[in-house]
């Protein structure tokens, strides 16, 4: 931006392509090509950064005695749960007093919960049942 060329560095094609993209119900940045990719050549593969598999971490919760997880969360990504705000007498207070080591902080997100992950919905529901829960969190930022 701020060079006045908009999107795609002034290039009407790759612009049309982006568009294009876009109204067939892609979304701009899955796919990328390379303009210095040559036949017979191997191509680099990107694995995730170090620190964005360090920043998660499991728990394990038991939720069979009905007791609530005492948490206020935020849902508005669709996909996982921000916790707000931690309360006093839920499972994820009692977790903290038991592990010092491994605390659940607001600003955390809850990424899975017993293998459910990506919709909210499953989260929530999966979270609501009478059972032991294996919670993925990522920590926040």
Not at 62 to 87: R, S
Not at 121 to 126: A, K, P, Q, R
């Amino acid at each position: 931006m701020g060079n006045g060329q908009g999107c795609c560095n002034g290039n009407p094609d790759a612009k049309q392509e982006l568009q294009t993209g876009i109204e067939k119900g892609g979304k701009p940045g899955l796919e990328v090509t390379s303009p210095l990719h040559s036949p017979g050549k191997q191509e680099a593969t990107v694995s995730p950064p170090a620190a964005a598999i360090a920043d998660k971490y499991a728990i394990e919760l038991d939720k069979t005695g009905g007791q609530p997880l005492g948490i206020d969360v935020d849902h508005a990504d669709g996909a996982t749960l921000l916790i707000v705000e931690i309360n006093e007498g839920g499972l994820f207070a009692e977790w903290n007093a038991t592990h010092k080591d491994k605390q659940v902080t607001p600003g955390d997100r809850i990424v899975e919960v017993n293998q459910a992950v990506g919709q909210v919905i499953d989260l929530v529901t999966e979270s609501k049942k009478p059972q032991k829960l294996r919670i993925v969190l990522k920590r926040g930022a």
